[in-house]
C-alpha cells in the first residue's frame, strides 16, 4: 500500500453520509481486501468483488473499500469522490472530447492510461481541480473551465477564536477559566462566552443579575491575561415565541456581541418564524441569528423558514448568519449558507461548544462553510477582533 485517501460524501464535507468511502493504491489488492474483512471493526462482509468491498462495522456503519494500481489512483480518487452528478457531467465532457473516463483510467483513439494524481485526471479534459467540497455539478465544472481560478476556501487553521460557547453559568460543563484556557490551547486569541438567556429555563438561562455578575467573572479574568488574548460578553439570548427579544435593550447595549437565536415555537408556519427573524435581525443590537433554523436531529427537523427573506434582511443590516458545528444542527446547512454568501451575508462558524471537547465541533462548521464557497474573508470569526464589516 502506497496511498491511502477518504473519499465520497466524507471527502465533500456533506452534512449527512450514508457510509464511509475508502480508496487505496496498492500493488497486492486481495491482500488489502482480505486485510480489511478480518479486521476486528468489522461485522460483516456485505459485498466483495476483484477490487472492492463493502463491510458493515460492529457500529452499524457501511464502509466500502476499493482498491486499484498506484499509477491510475488518481482516476480512482476522482471517481470515488465526485458526487454522481459532477461525475456524469465530467464524463459528458470527456466523451465530447472523445475520451473515455472511468475509475479504472482513460481511453481513446490513440490507447489508454491512467493518471496517479486527480490533478491529472481533470487536467487531460482541460479543467483545474475543482476542491472536493465543490463537486457537487453546482456549476464548479464550468469554473474549471475557466480562466477564473477557484478560491482558497477557509480553514480551520483561518479561526482566529470562537463566540457561540456555554458554561456552568448555564447549560454548559465547564467554567469560563477552564474554557478560555481550552481555546487559549487551541490557539485561539478570543472566546464569547455565549451563555443563554432566562427564557430558556430548561438551561439555567441567566437573569440579567446573573448577566452583570458573569461580566464581573469576565472581566477579572480578562485582568489576568498577559497574551493578548480576551474574553467577550456575549450572550444567546432567545428570540420570544411573539419576535420579542429575551433581554432589554439597555442590557443588550452591555454584550460585546448577541447571538440571537429561536429555540420554541419550531412548528410555527413559515411565515410566523420568518417574521420572528426579521424582527430580531431589525434589533440594532443583534449580531449575529444563531442556527436559523433551529433543527436538532434526530429530535426535531429545522423550522420552514424564507432563507430568501432572512438573507436579503441580513445583508441590509450587516448581521451575520451562523453556522454552527455541533453535529445535530449543522445550521445553516451547506445549500443555505451558499445562499447567504450569494446574498452578500458573512457567515459566523461555531462550535456552540457545552464542554472543552465541544470546541472541535467548529470543523463542521468548517466543512460545511467550505461547501459552501467561503473564503477566510467571508467568516467574521476568522478576523481578529473587534470585527470590520
Excluded at 28 to 44: F, I, N, Q, S, T
Excluded at 132 to 155: H, K, M, N
Excluded at 298 to 322: H, K, M, N, S, Y
Aim: proline residues 5%; hydrophobic residues 40%.
Amino acid at each position: 500500500v502506497s496511498r491511502v485517501e477518504i473519499a465520497g460524501g466524507l471527502r465533500r464535507g456533506k452534512e449527512d453520509v450514508h457510509d464511509v468511502d475508502i480508496v487505496v493504491a496498492t500493488t497486492a489488492p486481495d491482500a488489502v481486501l482480505a486485510h480489511v474483512a478480518a479486521d476486528a471493526l468489522v461485522d460483516r462482509v456485505v459485498a466483495s468483488g476483484a477490487s472492492t468491498i463493502a463491510v458493515a462495522s460492529n457500529r452499524g456503519v457501511r464502509v466500502e473499500v476499493s482498491t486499484g494500481p498506484p499509477e491510475r489512483f488518481g482516476d480512482l480518487l476522482q471517481h470515488a469522490t465526485g458526487s454522481a452528478a459532477h461525475n456524469t457531467r465530467l464524463r459528458e465532457r470527456a466523451k465530447r472530447m472523445g475520451v473515455s473516463l472511468s475509475q479504472h483510467g482513460w481511453r481513446d483513439d490513440d490507447g489508454e492510461g491512467g493518471t496517479p494524481d486527480e490533478d491529472g485526471v481533470y487536467a487531460r479534459l482541460g479543467l483545474r481541480t475543482p476542491p472536493p467540497e465543490l463537486r457537487e455539478d453546482r456549476g464548479e465544472i464550468e469554473w474549471a473551465a475557466s480562466s477564473q481560478p477557484f478560491p482558497r476556501l477557509v480553514t480551520q487553521a483561518d479561526l482566529v477564536g470562537q463566540v457561540h460557547v456555554h458554561t456552568t453559568w448555564s447549560d454548559g460543563t465547564e467554567s469560563i477559566a477552564t474554557m478560555a484556557d481550552a481555546a487559549r490551547a487551541r490557539g485561539h486569541r478570543y472566546l464569547g462566552i455565549s451563555d443563554h438567556s432566562r427564557a430558556l429555563t430548561l438551561t439555567r438561562g441567566l437573569t440579567p443579575d446573573r448577566v452583570r455578575r458573569q461580566w464581573d467573572e469576565i472581566d477579572r479574568l480578562n485582568a489576568g491575561f498577559d497574551d493578548g488574548f480576551r474574553l467577550l460578553k456575549c450572550t444567546e439570548m432567545d428570540i420570544l415565541e411573539d419576535g420579542g427579544l429575551d433581554f432589554d435593550d439597555d442590557l443588550l447595549e452591555g454584550f460585546d456581541l448577541v447571538i440571537a437565536s429561536i429555540h420554541s415555537g419550531l412548528a410555527q408556519p413559515a411565515d410566523r418564524i420568518t417574521a420572528r427573524l426579521l424582527a430580531a435581525i431589525a434589533s440594532p443590537h443583534v449580531d449575529v441569528i444563531g442556527h436559523p433554523t433551529g433543527r436538532k436531529r434526530p429530535a426535531r427537523a429545522g423550522a420552514a423558514i424564507d432563507i430568501d427573506a432572512v438573507v436579503e434582511a441580513a445583508a441590509a443590516t450587516g448581521t451575520l448568519l451562523e453556522v454552527n458545528g455541533q453535529p445535530p444542527r449543522q445550521d445553516l446547512d451547506s445549500a443555505m449558507a451558499r445562499r447567504a454568501l450569494d446574498g452578500g451575508v458573512r457567515l459566523l462558524v461555531s462550535s456552540d461548544a457545552h464542554s472543552v471537547e465541544a470546541l472541535g465541533y467548529v470543523e463542521y462548521g468548517i466543512r460545511i462553510a467550505r461547501r459552501a464557497g467561503a473564503t477566510a474573508a467571508d467568516i467574521a470569526n476568522a478576523a481578529p477582533w473587534p470585527w470590520t464589516a
